[in-house]
């Protein structure tokens, strides 16, 4: 993943770590990101972004608690996309049940959430941009 290409909103309201975690996320989505690949050292990913490696190390250590990223000693931060697929299942159905519960209380339709998910499946198979930036 080329540094240049996160996007981190230094006037947002969410934290610079979860922005450059989702960004992360984003990048594993989209195929930017690809099982294997190594992300920069801390220290890289700092200086390029222009914030505090303590912000860097966390977003990593958020991802690797995730089990998103492994920490090697010798290459650092590598994806590990398939490593917890259960685990990342029970929470996805956890998260995807408070979603789907706000949706239920707008009057979206089982079809219309299933609609969305192909709309948000097919943009990430389309183009490796972010559609909602």
Not at 41 to 59: D, F, L, P
Not at 64 to 74: M, Q
Request: charged content about 25%; proline content about 2%.
């Amino acid at each position: 993943m080329q540094i240049e290409l996160l996007e981190i909103d230094f006037n947002s309201e969410e934290a610079i770590y979860m922005q450059l975690r989702n960004q992360i996320i984003l990048g594993i989505a989209t195929s930017r990101l690809q099982d294997g690949d190594t992300l920069p050292s801390v220290r890289q990913m700092a200086e390029c972004i222009g914030i505090n490696m303590h912000t860097v190390n966390k977003a990593y250590a958020v991802l690797r608690k995730e089990g998103i990223v492994s920490i090697d000693r010798r290459k650092g931060a590598v994806i590990c996309i398939d490593s917890n697929k259960l685990l990342a299942l029970e929470e996805m159905r956890r998260n995807l049940y408070i979603i789907l519960a706000k949706g239920r209380c707008h009057n979206i339709s089982r079809q219309e959430a299933h609609q969305l998910l192909d709309e948000i499946y097919d943009m990430w198979e389309q183009s490796p941009e972010d559609p909602l930036e």
